[in-house]
């Protein structure tokens, strides 16, 4: 599986959207880009995954770049109960291991 | 909530014990993957169960072994505990092993090694 870079720690202020970004230079054609956030001494929990084209639910948007070598997720009006480490993975397979790396601690602000 | 149930919450065992850890995975799912996460690091893979057999497996010693049961549900076991082995305890469960597929995460068992 290809391996993601992300910041160590943001900041974002309560009801601003916030846009956490991954690279991931060395992805595959066939590799999705998965998110996932844990809050402090909880599961790790699933936001979304996407292959090439932009995707959006309930809770954040995902947008891959054209060459696919980096994306963002974007929680478009973060409340304090966003901050989490927020993990970029890369996978063939969503249901396979997922690496995880040290992640984004995204801190929101009141 | 994912409807993934693990249990116990909390542990704690000595040096030397053995340990068992439970996992109800989310109803329809029949994978599931085990995690290890030590403080400050992101989950590390232990291995994956999908309809009863190991289906991959990561950089951990044959001391961490386990099962799953025709209703999906999974345990592990850790023989010889080592104080290392203090660390959250993730399973994750999914509906089968196709590329789209997402993994649901419990809450963790969080195991202390004295």
């Known amino acids: 599986d290809a391996k993601t870079t992300q910041p160590t720690s943001m900041d974002c202020a309560e009801g601003r959207a916030a846009n956490l970004p991954c690279n991931h230079s060395?992805?595959?054609?066939?590799?999705?880009v998965y998110w996932y956030r844990q809050i402090h001494s909880q599961g790790p929990q699933y936001i979304i995954h996407?292959?090439?084209n932009n995707e959006t639910n309930e809770m954040a948007s995902l947008i891959i770049t054209e060459d696919r070598k980096s994306s963002t997720l974007i929680l478009p009006h973060a409340t304090l109960r966003d901050t989490a480490v927020y993990y970029c993975i890369v996978t063939v397979q969503g249901a396979q291991k997922l690496v995880f790396g040290q992640g984004t601690r995204l801190t929101i602000n009141p | 909530e994912t409807g993934v149930t693990q249990s116990p919450t909390h542990l704690i065992k000595t040096r030397g014990q053995q340990v068992t850890l439970r996992c109800s995975s989310q109803s329809g799912h029949n994978t599931v993957s085990w995690y290890q996460q030590a403080l400050g690091q992101g989950p590390q893979f232990i291995f994956q169960?999908?309809?009863?057999?190991?289906?991959g497996r990561g950089n951990f010693p044959p001391r961490f072994s386990g099962l799953q049961f025709p209703n999906y549900s999974s345990e592990l076991n850790v023989n010889a505990l080592e104080l290392d082995d203090s660390a959250l305890y993730l399973c994750a469960s999914s509906r089968g092993q196709g590329a789209r597929e997402t993994q649901y995460f419990g809450p963790g068992t969080r195991l202390l090694v004295l």
């Open positions: 060395t992805i595959s054609g066939n590799e999705y």
């Open positions: 169960y999908y309809r009863e057999e190991e289906n």
């Open positions: 996407g292959l090439k």
